[in-house]
């Protein structure tokens, strides 16, 4: 709980620092993420997922801003398996989804009126965890199932550290890319530094920034 309200309180310590009015937004995009495990987890591969939430900007002078999100974020991984019998072909997928509620707070320096370069800290809160299967044959869906996760096998804070850059269109309308790094270990089990596993993410989407 201590947690949330840090990065809830970073989120409204921003209007001190900021020298113009903050313009508030929404945004979204795609995910792709995974799952790194230091020991390695050859088999694995990326999961296509999604993000959305809002935003606000809050410029502290003409080329620096600091922007806070607060995101829903739909992370995890996935393993596929593929064989060939008798000309038929059979694919086996698992995927891992982890949502979480992201916390995301971004210093951008504005290297141009409409382009910028950002990085910064991300605070993320478990709130969903479950897993999903689906076989094929010859790319038709021959059963699928999907069952919840036991929550308090994970941790329910994640921390991160993201980087990213953004383009402006118009006032309203851009785009931004940002890759975030997890720093924490996802499971509670994990006794050794070899076993600890985190999040990565690829985002990629759209702003809308509201008119001031």
């Known amino acids: 709980m201590k ?5 809830l309180g970073l989120v409204a310590g ?4 900021a020298q113009t009015s903050p313009s508030f937004g929404l945004k979204g995009g795609m995910n792709v993420s995974s ?15 999604f993000n959305a939430g809002v935003f606000l900007n809050a410029p502290i002078s003409e080329q620096f801003s600091i922007q806070p999100e607060v995101l829903y974020n739909n992370l995890g ?9 008798n000309n038929n072909t059979y694919t086996a997928e698992y995927a891992r989804h982890l949502d979480y509620i992201s916390v995301p707070v971004m210093a951008q320096f504005n290297a141009t009126p409409n382009f910028y370069i950002e990085a910064g800290p991300q605070f993320s809160f478990l709130v969903d965890a479950r897993d999903k299967y689906k076989n094929t044959k010859n790319g038709s ?13 994970f941790k329910t804070f ?16 851009g785009i931004n890319a940002r890759y975030t790094a997890g720093l924490t270990d996802i499971y509670k089990s994990n006794s050794t530094s070899n076993d600890n596993v985190k999040n990565n993410v690829f985002q990629v989407g759209l702003n809308f920034r509201f008119k001031n």
């Open 3 to 7: 947690k949330l309200f840090l990065g």
């Open 14 to 17: 921003t209007f001190a620092f």
């Open 35 to 49: 799952l790194s495990k230091d020991g390695g987890l050859n088999d694995q591969e990326s999961k296509i997922g």
């Open 77 to 85: 991984s996935k393993i596929t398996r593929e064989a060939t019998v």
């Open 141 to 153: 869906t021959q059963d699928a199932e999907s069952y919840s996760l036991n929550k308090d096998d």
């Open 158 to 173: 994640d921390f991160g550290l993201g980087l990213g850059v953004g383009y402006y269109f118009t006032p309203q309308f």
